[in-house]
């Protein structure tokens, strides 16, 4: 009895141990036979890392499109990089990395964070270390597994903060960056990208960033190389031949900040503290083309390139006089004085005056009490002398005859109240009041009432009240004026070429309308410019000039501290080929704060010796 139950056991031992084995047999055999291929492949991945060679970007030059006129290029950098390996990097390792390169562990784990992709990619912790980080890195290369230093390419910007706010500066892609374009339907990019944060480096990003190459490495299980197992060389970006003139946009930059100087110093007698921030834009009047587009304060694109401490940083975002705003675009401000000659040619359009019409300005306004800058008034003047002289009382009697919405009519045919279009972001589009406006503005609590008064009548006419406009529509509307009424398509690139050099694309000049003014009339309100020039608020500056300038000088009341200076130019008065606006931000009258400014860019395209300005500027506004 015994012996049979020790005999059933073994033979249920034996099936059970059969079973066993065969499964086992089985599970061999599908993972060997049937999924061989699969895990062959998944040991293969596990023991190969992608480290991305980034792309050159396209080099960004001015018109001339010369070398010595390159303002955005790339050179080599070494940067540095984290392989993945089976464990993620110990404390230890990260400790020792954050100290060699300068940087606090908790700035280390949010760059791993952020920059982390695929499990297989390199995240990038640091790019453009100096010389002494990467020699150290090298020296402690075995203590730090998993780290990889390589070379990489990096923007550069030659001249600095020239024209800064045009060509922007790039950064690594952000977390909210790489949604909005996944959102948008790109699958372009990646974390670690480097993206155009603003300017042309934005608009444009898609066509100057390239295509990234990569290395395969095999590693081990620490992450350490063992070797490179191939290599796809990355694609260099396409490049742009831009519309701006360098040499004209040193001139606009150094002119601006030395007007702004002589300002603050009590120059012209009174001190403007404050005349800190402003605009220049230099247009081609034929063909829209941006010659020159400053904007002062500004900040050096190079900064961004490496290890940006975040103090610096700060000091920047927080600074009160916004030095990363373009005010050539994305600021409005009262126009002044440089909105009459829009109501001379829409009052002379509409038939409600002719050059001939004398007005009497005895200082205060007839219908109701307000008054000329001037406080005793003008005399007797026509319509090119009240442009000359700037009188306001002529232009409130012109504008109390067309009425609001008939000079938001004209303004808005000249491109007031909407964004030119021109490729770059963050334009503004002002505000055209009308009545209308003014009724869903009060809707909205953006302003007291609904009613629109004859007093603000008046103010719209002389370019205040509700009016204001960006700098890059008021130099569209000098240029209109200047060309005999087609308000062009203001731009900043003229072509995109290949890697090789080969033209892939060019922007042609456009007309985005024409403003509906005789062209008798618009020559009347350019003679009245002319008189400015050669005998009016701005004839201390331009009289004996070698070249006929038409110019217009602005003087813009704002809600907190002094005026703002306005001045508007074009030249050569018979035949013109550019238009200049600028601005100085409480600089107080734009003859003394903008008028010099226009001049030395006047006579560096014009290629005019300098002469010497008077020491004070002599009335005017």
Known sequence: MESRELERRVHIFIIIVVAIVSILALRIAYLQIIRGAYFERKAEVNRMRVLPIAAPRGLIYDRTATEENLLVTNRPAFAVSLVPADEPPSNEVLNRLAAVLGMNRLTLDQIIAERRGRSFESIRVALDISPEVHTRLMEMRNELPGVVVEVQPVREYPFGSLAAHVLGYVREISREQLASLERQGSTEYRPGDIYGQMGLENSFDRVIKGKNGGKQLEVDHLGRLIS???????????????????????????????SMLRLRSGHFGKVYPNANTGAVIVQNVKTGEILAMASVPDFDPNIFTGILPFETYQKLVTDPLKPFQNRALASAYPPGSIFKMLTAAAALQEGLVTPQETFYDSGVYWVIPKTCWKKDGHGTVNLVQGIQVSCNIVFYELGRRLGPDKLAEYAAAFGFGKPTGIELAGERAGILPSTIWKKEAFRQGLVREPQWWPAETLDMAIGQGFDTFTPIQLVNYISALANGGKVMWPHLVKEIRSPEGQTLQTFEPRVVSEVPVAAEHLNTVRQGMLAVAEGGTASWVFRNYPIKVGGKTGTAETARGDNHGWFAAFAPFDDPEIAIIVLVEQGGSGSSAGAPVARDILDAYFNINQQQLPALAVGGE
């Open 228 to 258: 490179v197992l191939g290599e796809e060389d990355p694609v260099p970006g396409n490049s742009l031949v831009l519309t701006l003139d360098r040499r004209l946009q040193q001139v606009a930059e150094k002119a601006l900040r030395d």
